[in-house]
């Protein structure tokens, strides 16, 4: 029994072990001094390097072994983030105006064991901005930027009137595509019948003339009996007549001007 309690208090002493070990807390990223003056340091570059127009000396500075970031551990995780970094900054000079790099001396930041995000405060002539710097990594292994993009600091109207605009112009892109589409639609039995019609000549064209049919003689003989005789429901001349004009037509004998009048019963 002794044994069975020390077995189990020996256990619950593991468990309590390494529920401690579980709560200890991870060291950050870095500390938040150095993470503030790593992103100054990068802003006054990246806005030095877009105003001078040198964005490559910028890209060169992080890739390169003789950079001065890369020499002290601070690297891009990938060439796109170079990119993204420019282009965000220069759109964004568009509503700032010009950037005085030596005015870039504040920032703030949010420090996590995974990640330190600084936000550096850009002062331009227009506008006021913001670039949004994120640094992963660790002090053995070196620290890399996976994210610099730059946000102007627009007013609550501003902010109205661009999503103003931007649902004003989905809805007009949208309403555009759909009155265009009725339009193909009712365009559509127009085009049907004009194809239609090309191919009808076409093919009238194309075919060879039929042969006009034949005049049955008999027919006018026995139209013309069947107009002059007026025996009422007696048919026999009508026939007669029929027969007299088929006979006359096989044997060439023209059937113009003969007419039946009277039919009477031969005596014998």
């Given at each position: 029994?002794?044994?069975?309690?020390?077995?189990?208090?020996?256990a619950?002493?593991?468990?309590s072990?390494?529920?401690?070990?579980n709560?200890?807390?991870?060291?950050?990223?870095?500390?938040?001094?150095?993470?503030?003056?790593?992103?100054?340091?990068?802003?006054?570059?990246?806005?030095?390097?877009?105003?001078?127009?040198?964005?490559?000396?910028?890209?060169f500075?992080?890739?390169?072994?003789?950079?001065?970031?890369?020499?002290?551990g601070?690297?891009?995780?990938?060439?796109?983030?170079?990119?993204?970094?420019?282009?965000s900054?220069?759109?964004a000079?568009e509503?700032?105006g010009?950037?005085?790099?030596?005015?870039?001396?504040?920032?703030?930041s949010?420090?996590?064991?995974?990640?330190?995000?600084?936000?550096?405060?850009?002062?331009?002539?227009?506008?006021?901005?913001?670039m949004?710097?994120?640094?992963?990594?660790?002090?053995y292994?070196?620290?890399?930027i996976?994210?610099?993009?730059?946000?102007?600091?627009?007013?609550?109207?501003?902010?109205?009137?661009?999503?103003?605009?931007?649902?004003?112009?989905?809805?007009g892109?949208?309403?555009?595509?759909l009155i265009?589409?009725?339009?193909?639609?009712?365009?559509?039995?127009?085009?049907?019948?004009?194809?239609?019609?090309?191919k009808?000549?076409?093919?009238?064209?194309?075919?060879?003339?039929?042969?006009?049919?034949?005049?049955?003689?008999?027919?006018?003989?026995a139209?013309a009996?069947?107009?002059?005789?007026?025996?009422?429901?007696?048919?026999?001349?009508?026939?007669?007549?029929?027969?007299?004009a088929?006979?006359?037509?096989?044997?060439?004998?023209?059937?113009?001007?003969?007419?039946?009048?009277s039919?009477?019963?031969?005596?014998?």
């Open positions: 029994m002794k044994k069975l309690i020390y077995s189990l208090l020996a619950l002493c593991l468990m072990l390494t529920a401690c070990g709560q200890v807390e991870k060291e950050p990223v870095m500390q938040q001094e150095a993470a503030e003056n790593v992103g100054v340091a990068v802003a006054q570059y990246l806005v030095a390097a877009v105003d001078a127009g040198e964005e490559e000396n910028f890209k500075q992080f890739y390169s072994a003789s950079g001065s970031f890369y020499s002290v601070l690297g891009l995780t990938g060439t796109e983030v170079a990119d993204k970094a420019v282009e900054l220069k759109s000079l509503d700032t010009s950037i005085n790099y030596a005015d870039i001396n504040s920032a703030t949010v420090i996590s064991p995974e990640r330190a995000d600084v936000t550096v405060d850009l002062v331009g002539e227009l506008k006021n901005a913001k949004e710097i994120s640094i992963e990594g660790n002090k292994e070196g620290y890399k996976s994210n610099i993009a730059t946000n102007v600091d627009y007013t609550m109207g501003e902010k109205m009137s661009k999503a103003f605009m931007n649902l004003l112009l989905g809805m892109m949208a309403f555009s595509v265009l589409i009725s339009l193909v639609i009712s365009l559509l039995p127009g085009i049907d019948s004009a194809i239609s019609g090309m009808k000549k076409k093919t009238e064209k194309n075919a060879a003339p039929a042969p006009a049919p034949a005049p049955a003689p008999a027919a006018p003989a139209a009996a069947a107009t002059e005789v007026s025996g009422g429901d007696d048919v026999i001349p009508v026939v007669i007549t029929a027969a007299i088929q006979y006359m037509s096989e044997n060439g004998v023209s059937a113009g001007g003969y007419y039946v009048r039919i009477r019963r031969a005596r014998r």
